[in-house]
């Protein structure tokens, strides 16, 4: 399975909803997603497109840097764990 950084994917979305083969996402290292590539339709990669532009917009806006959000999304994974554990 292909590797690539948070970043590189975010950069390159266009380009990673066209292949057909599934990828790990990394952040510094480390993974925190995989990419499951599904049947593309021009409307659903569109929406994708419009997708990641708004929560590109949206970080910038409330100055929320990527290593924040996977931060915060570790933190809550844990959370949830946590509770699974009660």
Do not use: W
Not at 27 to 39: A, K
Not at 45 to 56: G, P, Q, V
Request: charged fraction near 35%; hydrophobic fraction near 30%; aromatic fraction near 6%.
């Amino acid at each position: 399975m292909k590797k690539i950084g948070l970043k590189e994917f975010r950069s390159n979305l266009e380009k990673y909803i066209s292949v057909s083969e599934p990828i790990a996402v990394t952040h510094h290292g480390r993974t925190v997603c995989y990419f499951l590539p599904t049947y593309k339709k021009s409307e659903q990669i569109e929406s994708l497109k419009i997708a990641a532009e708004k929560l590109d917009r949206l970080l910038i806006d409330r100055e929320i840097t990527e290593d924040e959000l996977v931060e915060e999304f570790h933190q809550l994974q844990q959370e949830g764990k946590n509770q699974n554990k009660s």
